[in-house]
């Protein structure tokens, strides 16, 4: 007898045996949601091109409270200004040199936003009066990263010892010397180098095999920060990839993804670290990027997916409202959070000079640009230009676990119904009759106006893989309801 059989997507667990059960295999381009799936967006440049490959992204805030974006090259810095990069790099010292493992690291402090890397002393620029970059004063080290925790500016793995933090005098970032006004040093003789601090009223010292906390003991002066180990064995193993948001540390550990702070830091364990071990470029793994969406629960992670990758091409995207996951294949030479100057219908968009009013162009309606100052996702696209994640919908591939439709016997399958509200969609069936065989996939059929996709098939095992074209418009992605009977015995 005919029966209609729900397979919903449920879960992205792709290190776990996906036989039998509502987990998904896979979850491309599309957010997690509580029973479902929500489609992913594209870049939208705003920008022209910088002048080289991005190797740093952030945005600071001046005393009116307006935005201001500021990019990295190999070479320079620039700061957008409406209309052009605009090369703000410094007029002594000649040319930046940033290693090709290197990123640019930002923080702002007061009014000053200050930049480093390892190759380079520690530069500043006013950010209301606009300035360029030039060195910060006091002779601070070279460092790999900067971060502000309470009123002291932090630089970590310093290129002359890889062990030590250093930090500034209180509310002075300019003063440098060990004793005075609690400008101070602490060098950790075990858990490995320091990848970096993450900042905030108190801060986490971040190893590559173990984990701090930094807090700022106020009144004393022989000990200006007590530290206090959390974590003996696991740090992070990427220079860029920690990021503190919502009070919990997220990280990227040698074995998996972690969460310090959640009530389950295991957040990748039996659920993606396999997958993402499988799918990233072991050599390039160091300079994986981590980075949260300040509107929305979700923390992410840029990688590259193989060695032949030139720019990050993939990221895993982390829920922890639902702990749950997907990815997307959204490339683009450096992510960040930025906000940017509010747009209206009659700006000009300087990423398309052929066409220029944004009357008739995108962005959309909707689009997060017009409303201005809110902290969002951006990138630098693959051609350099600057973007917001608030494009037309990627093309989405969401696939169901493999099933035996029918317990004890073979399946006869005569259509399957997808649950999302997308046109076009097409259904690609799957099927083997072993699990020793490799599955047999057909080709993608579209669904016809009864909504379902017509299928003729007879087999053992069966999976389902459902996909959206980019730019088509959908809310919500279920799953599939599958027109089946039994067929013989197995």
């Not at 039998?20 to 479902?36: H, K, L, R, T």
Request: charged residues 15%.
């Amino acid at each position: 007898m005919l029966a209609k059989t729900p397979l919903q997507f449920g879960e992205w667990r792709p290190d776990i045996a996906l036989l039998d059960n509502q987990f998904a295999a896979i979850a491309e381009n599309v957010y997690p949601a509580p029973n479902s799936y929500l489609p992913f967006p594209g870049l939208v440049p705003r920008t022209t091109a910088l002048p080289a490959p991005a190797k740093g992204l952030t945005f600071a805030r001046t005393s009116s409270g307006a935005y201001v974006i500021y990019a990295g090259t190999a070479t320079h810095l620039y700061k957008w200004n409406g209309t052009a990069w605009t090369d703000v790099s410094r007029a002594v010292g000649g040319a930046y040199n940033v290693a090709d493992d290197a990123l640019w690291s930002f923080a702002q402090f007061g009014d000053v936003l200050v930049a480093v890397h390892p190759g380079d002393e520690p530069q500043k620029a006013a950010v209301t009066a606009g300035t360029a970059f030039e060195a910060l004063g006091g002779n601070p080290p070279n460092a790999t990263s900067v971060a502000v925790v309470g009123d002291f500016l932090v630089l970590s793995g310093l290129t002359t010892n890889n062990r030590v933090i250093k930090w500034s005098g209180i509310n002075n970032i300019e003063q440098w010397t060990v004793g005075l006004e609690l400008s101070d040093e602490q060098e950790f003789p075990d858990g490995g180098p320091v990848i970096g601090v993450a900042g905030g009223e108190s801060g986490f010292v971040v190893q590559d095999r173990s984990l701090r906390t930094m807090q700022f003991l106020p009144g004393q002066t022989d000990v200006i920060f007590s530290f206090s180990r959390i974590e003996r064995e696991k740090g992070c193993m990427a220079t860029y990839g920690f990021v503190f948001t919502r009070g919990v540390l997220f990280l990227l550990s040698e074995d998996g993804f972690y969460g310090i702070g959640a009530q389950n830091p295991s957040i990748g364990d039996h659920i993606v670290n396999q997958w993402f071990l499988d799918h990233s470029d072991p050599e390039r793994r160091h300079m994986t990027l981590s980075f949260a969406d300040p509107r929305k629960p979700h923390v992410m992670w840029a990688f590259y997916s193989s060695g032949t990758s030139t720019i990050y091409d993939r990221i895993i995207i982390y829920d922890w409202s639902l702990n749950r996951w997907s990815y997307s294949t959204q490339a683009a030479q450096m992510w960040g959070t930025l906000a940017s100057a509010q747009i209206d219908l009659d700006t000009d968009d300087p990423a398309d000079p052929a066409d220029p009013d944004l009357d008739s162009t995108s962005p959309s309606l909707d689009s997060h640009a017009y409303i201005g100052g809110r902290p969002v996702p951006a990138a630098i696209d693959v051609n350099g230009r600057l973007g917001f994640l608030d494009g037309d919908p990627l093309a989405a591939t969401i696939e169901t676990a493999e099933g035996h439709l029918s317990q004890g016997q073979r399946t006869f399958v005569t259509a399957a119904y997808p649950l999302v509200d997308a046109a076009p969609v097409t259904v690609t069936l799957g099927q083997r009759e072993r699990l020793q065989d490799g599955v047999s996939w057909g080709n993608p059929i579209g669904i016809e106006v009864t909504g379902s996709a017509a299928m003729h098939s007879s087999a053992r095992l069966y999976r389902f893989r459902v996909q959206t074209p980019v730019g088509a418009s959908w809310t919500h992605a279920q799953g599939v309801q599958v027109e089946a009977q039994p067929d013989g015995e197995i």
